[in-house]
């Protein structure tokens, strides 16, 4: 079993995915759960975390 630890890169290309995402956004007065930029941002913002804490688990 091969065990793939997250780069430095990714964790800064899935940051930089997250602020291209934030300009998408026009904080339209109506915002909900459901709007195909919250979803995208929450999913990011999920798959940056994961990624982090890989990389800080990996790198004790």
Known sequence: MVIVTPEN?????????????????????????????AVARRAMESLCYDLQRTHDENNM
């Open 9 to 37: 890169d990714d964790i800064k290309n899935v940051e930089s995915a997250i602020r291209a995402i934030n300009k998408l956004c026009g904080h339209c007065s109506i915002c909900s759960s459901q709007c195909p930029v």
